[in-house]
């Protein structure tokens, strides 16, 4: 089989400027031929998942976005409020590369057998720095795909399908029967309520309008709670006393919907035990956040007693913590399943020129339900 | 010894109306006769705890008050602000007894002979209904008091010691080596720093205002953090660096205080990581809020990365959680060091009767540091 090596890599890359404002160009750089160990893939599909844009955009105000460079070669400015820049230290004045996951063919391997293995073969790949057209990463971090599936199937076969699995898994392993989940019309919200209605697990959806909740109940979901409704709180403790959930994952952030959750826990909980306590419930309660659709302040009156914690998720620490054995059964169910419960969709497939035009840019980071874009950087023009 | 069971018992009472308010009263009633492993102490000493005004005064509107019935059995009512009284409904229409813990004489014995070897011995007591004047008692609740030691030395042997041990106690269990604590001036506080400068644990004091911080640099403090001062953040963030506390127990509840601390705790992280992480570090910071003196909403921008929780922290679960042997241990302690690293200050000794006087209730309801009222209903009229 031919070992094709590329010499350069055309490379989506984000820089924070201590100026305060945000660069996203293209650049081309390098590639360097494989090691031993190695592989060289030619990237053919990569999401652009909510977990990106905060490394793409910065948190910038996308309303002082400006267009310049050529058409091959696009540049995107955009000014960085400043309450947000201070938390860009570690970052400053260092082009990044971005996009975490992604799928396509590998071109060229090193000698190793492990190696020699892949070549031309479709792989999926973790491991950051996506958007681009050609990638040389270690094998182990790619896993072939099934002999059906493109590698638009394959692109999202880490981020969703892992962070899904890792809900019902910290679930299971934290004492807990059935589990909330906020913006669950999402792409992960789809697979998530496939895994639990194939794993018979209670999950109860919050949504924030109608029509995601009728998607929603036409793949089969029981429980969903619109929180536009003004009988949402009703809604949701009916459902809570109904599932038994006492844990969360809130995609939100923002607001004050982590901490009515918690509050209609609690009223689940007092509907259930006996007896007044001047503490609350004993039931333990617990959100986790796991994203920030809702930048804005958390905000909550503590009207759930004393037994209920909020906290981060993240996908990366959570798998370090379970350990290699149980990541590695995760990702076979995730390649057993790619193109069912796993499957995803994309509403545009744009190249990384078209991926750096505002008006794509403006679409894909409004994190609109159902919005979802595809960067298929073999298209784009070298 | 002479066993002189009296009949009856005043006791202070407190009941939230389905109208609205909240009514405290004195009521007497009966004692009944000690079962084979029961005593009865006349209560001579009983804090009024932070802990201990939920109950009592059920969150009322304080500047609705008003004093009724006679000088010795005074009444106050006071109104119940609406969001307060949705949280009541375990506890509507039930007269109900206050006071957490106590200390007294034992005046009467059942036949066992672990409560006959009680008789006539100093005893502190937990289990709720203090603010009475003979409270019938399991031995087990008792813990007899060093000969030295008066009532008022051991009324306030549970609560606070055992909540300031449980604070280094859950630091340790939970892999943190040093601690901030809020609202550090409290007579918990105060415990808190003795406990820390004998253990050799770093502690960083929270405070409000410039003279508490020079209380607790006269008992040794050495990290003190004054919010009201403009450099309040940069001191924090430089307390952490130097102590690297990670958990936080936090007293006051709402506002945004508790987010400043995982905020300042972030920073601190940074200063010792290397690289840029979108993410934030990888240091996990904990602030368990045990106390609500603001009872405003809690307010955070998540401005510290994925890594961090909050949530509640109360004594009896975490007794619970330690067992019983771990729990005589931290108890043993307290005996041993009740008149040093465990003693209590009081402002005030008040009878039953004054105790429900308005101008007393303004005082020991603002939960102002060194505030601290005592209860010696041996002293109150019958």
């Given at each position: 089989?031919?070992?094709?090596?590329?010499?350069?890599?055309?490379?989506?890359?984000?820089?924070?400027?201590?100026?305060?404002?945000?660069?996203v160009?293209?650049?081309?750089?390098?590639?360097?031929?494989p090691?031993?160990?190695?592989?060289?893939?030619?990237?053919?599909?990569?999401?652009i998942?909510?977990?990106?844009?905060?490394?793409?955009?910065?948190?910038?105000?996308?309303?002082?976005?400006?267009?310049?460079?050529?058409?091959?070669?696009?540049?995107?400015?955009?000014?960085?409020?400043?309450?947000?820049?201070?938390?860009?230290g570690?970052?400053?004045?260092?082009?990044?590369?971005?996009?975490?996951?992604?799928?396509?063919?590998?071109?060229?391997?090193?000698?190793?057998?492990?190696?020699?293995?892949?070549?031309?073969?479709?792989?999926?790949?973790?491991?950051?720095?996506?958007?681009?057209t050609?990638?040389?990463?270690?094998?182990?971090?790619?896993?072939?795909?099934?002999?059906?599936?493109?590698?638009?199937?394959?692109?999202?076969?880490?981020?969703?399908?892992?962070?899904?699995?890792?809900?019902?898994?910290?679930?299971?392993?934290?004492?807990?029967?059935?589990?909330?989940?906020?913006?669950?019309?999402?792409?992960?919200?789809?697979?998530?309520?496939?895994?639990?209605?194939?794993?018979?697990?209670a999950?109860?959806?919050?949504?924030?309008?109608?029509?995601?909740?009728?998607?929603?109940?036409?793949?089969?979901a029981?429980?969903?709670?619109?929180s536009?409704?003004?009988?949402f709180?009703?809604?949701?403790?009916?459902?809570?006393?109904?599932?038994?959930a006492?844990?969360?994952?809130?995609?939100?952030?923002?607001?004050?919907?982590?901490?009515?959750?918690?509050?209609?826990?609690?009223?689940?909980?007092?509907?259930?035990?006996?007896?007044?306590?001047?503490?609350?419930?004993?039931?333990?309660?617990?959100?986790?956040?796991?994203?920030?659709?809702?930048?804005?302040?958390?905000?909550f009156n503590?009207?759930?007693?004393?037994?209920?914690?909020?906290?981060?998720?993240?996908?990366?620490?959570f798998?370090?913590?379970?350990?290699?054995?149980?990541?590695?059964?995760?990702?076979?169910?995730?390649?057993?399943?790619?193109?069912?419960?796993?499957?995803?969709?994309?509403?545009?497939?744009?190249?990384?020129?078209?991926?750096?035009?505002?008006?794509?840019?403006?679409?894909?980071?409004?994190?609109?339900?159902?919005?979802?874009?595809?960067?298929?950087?073999?298209?784009?023009?070298?």
């Open positions: 089989m031919s070992n094709d090596n590329p010499t350069n890599t055309l490379d989506l890359r984000s820089l924070v400027k201590s100026t305060g404002e945000v660069e160009s293209l650049i081309e750089t390098p590639i360097g031929s090691e031993e160990n190695e592989v060289v893939v030619q990237i053919e599909a990569s999401p998942n909510p977990s990106d844009l905060g490394l793409l955009l910065a948190a910038a105000d996308l309303s002082t976005a400006q267009a310049t460079g050529t058409p091959e070669r696009p540049v995107v400015t955009a000014k960085i409020p400043e309450a947000a820049m201070r938390g860009f570690a970052r400053l004045d260092q082009s990044l590369p971005v996009g975490n996951e992604g799928a396509g063919t590998v071109v060229a391997a090193g000698s190793s057998p492990a190696a020699q293995d892949l070549l031309g073969k479709k792989v999926s790949l973790l491991g950051g720095g996506m958007y681009t050609y990638r040389r990463v270690n094998v182990a971090a790619c896993m072939p795909l099934p002999d059906d599936a493109s590698a638009a199937d394959g692109a999202s076969s880490y981020v969703n399908p892992l962070t899904a699995l890792g809900m019902t898994e910290t679930m299971r392993r934290e004492g807990h029967t059935a589990l909330v989940h906020t913006a669950a019309a999402s792409n992960l919200g789809q697979m998530l309520n496939k895994i639990c209605i194939k794993d018979g697990i999950l109860v959806n919050i949504v924030r309008k109608p029509e995601q909740e009728k998607l929603l109940r036409e793949i089969g029981t429980h969903v709670c619109d536009s409704s003004p009988t709180m009703k809604d949701l403790i009916d459902a809570l006393v109904e599932t038994g006492t844990i969360a994952f809130d995609a939100i952030g923002g607001g004050k919907l982590a901490g009515q959750i918690l509050t209609a826990m609690e009223a689940a909980a007092v509907q259930k035990e006996d007896g007044y306590s001047r503490y609350g419930s004993s039931t333990f309660k617990q959100v986790y956040i796991y994203g920030g659709l809702n930048r804005g302040p958390t905000e503590r009207a759930f007693g004393m037994s209920w914690s909020m906290g981060g998720w993240l996908l990366m620490p798998l370090q913590k379970i350990g290699d054995e149980d990541t590695r059964r995760l990702k076979e169910r995730v390649s057993a399943e790619l193109k069912t419960t796993f499957a995803s969709h994309y509403t545009k497939e744009v190249s990384l020129q078209e991926a750096l035009q505002l008006d794509a840019i403006a679409a894909y980071a409004k994190h609109s339900t159902g919005e979802k874009y595809l960067i298929n950087p073999a298209s784009s023009a070298g």
